[in-house]
């Protein structure tokens, strides 16, 4: 458990810092952050969240080959309708 604690933390951080970095040459910092957390904290939390779940009911948290393809999938579908609802939001296609 802690292991996947540790790894849904680390997900958030370094996708939040890359976010920010990207965003540094259009916006100050303040804002950038800001953005990188609006953009995909939740999105993230919930992918790192089911891919998780999926390894530990099906392989009792032992990362074992069979089970990665699974957790990929349910890291894509799970926060999809977050992500297609801001997208919509704010009126950007995905085309």
Same mark, same amino acid.
């Given at each position: 458990m802690g292991v996947m604690a540790l790894a849904i933390v680390n997900g958030l951080i370094? =996708?939040?810092?890359?976010?920010?970095f990207i965003l540094l040459r259009q916006m100050t910092f303040p804002d950038a952050l800001k953005t990188a957390f609006g953009m995909s904290f939740i999105s993230m939390l919930a992918m790192e969240? =089911?891919?998780n779940t999926v390894d530990l009911v099906l392989a009792g948290g032992v990362l074992v080959w069979w089970?990665?393809?699974l957790m990929l999938i349910a890291g894509f579908l799970v926060p999809w309708p977050y992500n297609y609802y801001r997208l919509k939001k704010y009126g950007v296609s995905c085309h």
């Open positions: 370094t =996708s939040v810092l890359l976010e920010t969240l =089911s891919m089970v990665v393809p």
